[in-house]
């Protein structure tokens, strides 16, 4: 496969930084390397964003903080990601935190509806992104970009790129979601984004809920991008997160998890997100972030 690598250094959407440097981070624990062992082609986007300093912005709207500076990112981003669709290379986004997947869904609806294909996401989160400027307790874009990609929130994500929404909300799967906010909840019920939990995973098992999600995706299209956020792990596997939760995905979990969707072959684009070295512990969190792209693009253990 040709995989096109993006880094999005962007820690506006968050309320610390630090996932500003993820991109580096993820670099740095092999990547790359890894990715040519397993036999892909790897290309560089290497000047696709240059970010402005938290410090020297001004957040303006606080229910939605630096949205000016996140849009001008998730508009380049979302044109990059097109093209590399485009030129049949798999887009592979580095974040960053998590608003960034405004810009990349935005890319991928606009290249998947020229060429109708039909697409879902599967969104691998402690949380599941899907406040509005509304509902959100601190006005932090990451939380709202899994909204505004299915059409939910402030105009100026909701209509990025092109107007209207870029997923039907019943083609994305919440998978891992153990902090909901409440307005958020009832987000989720009203759009009808199928929300698999940590409680789901802890009665019926990684591998039932992996074949559940697999299994109501496949049955309503035929790609699929994988939206994975790091704190969808434990935080005693993944500490170098900018929201930890306690209560998260084992590292042998998101395995088993990524094998199946890389056996499902219907993966066709991914972003990890959230990598923040500043919280992190020997880079530990960026290690186990490479280790489960490696499982999602094929590596298999016999
Ligand atoms: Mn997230």
Not at 87 to 113: E, N, R, W
Request: hydrophobic share 40%.
């Amino acid at each position: 496969m040709r995989i096109r690598l993006f880094d999005v250094p962007m820690d506006f959407g968050a309320n610390l930084r630090g996932v500003d440097m993820g991109p580096t981070a993820l670099r740095r624990a092999g990547l790359k390397e890894a990715l040519v062992r397993l036999g892909h082609t790897v290309e560089e986007e290497p000047r696709l964003l240059r970010v402005a300093i938290a410090e020297h912005a001004q957040p303006g709207d606080p229910s939605v903080r630096f949205l000016d500076v996140i849009t001008q990112g998730c508009r380049r981003l979302a044109e990059h990601v097109e093209q590399a669709c485009t030129d049949g290379s798999f887009p592979l986004v580095l974040g960053g935190d998590h608003s960034i997947a405004v810009g990349t869904l935005a890319g991928l609806s606009a290249f998947h509806k020229k060429k109708k294909h039909s697409w879902g996401t599967l969104w691998i989160d402690a949380h599941a992104d899907f406040n509005t400027p509304e509902t959100s307790p601190s006005g932090n874009v990451h939380g709202m970009s899994l909204a505004a990609s299915c059409g939910w929130g402030h105009p100026a994500l909701k209509d990025l790129y092109s107007r209207g929404r870029k997923l039907d909300p019943a083609n994305a799967v919440v998978l891992g979601a153990r902090n909901l906010d409440p307005g958020e909840k009832e987000n989720l019920k009203k759009a009808g984004v199928k929300v698999l939990t940590m409680a789901d995973i802890d009665r019926e098992g990684i591998a039932a809920i992996a074949d559940q999600a697999l299994r109501y995706l496949a049955g309503r299209v035929d790609e699929i991008h994988v939206s994975f956020d790091v704190d969808s792990l434990d935080p005693e596997t993944a500490p170098g997160v900018g929201t930890p939760v306690p209560g998260g995905m084992t590292f042998r979990e998101l395995h088993l998890l990524m094998e199946t969707l890389s056996a499902s072959g219907r993966v066709t684009s991914a972003e990890v997100v959230e990598v923040n070295p500043v919280l992190d512990v020997r880079n530990q969190t960026a290690r186990v972030a490479v280790a489960m792209i490696e499982s999602l693009l094929g590596a298999t253990i016999l």
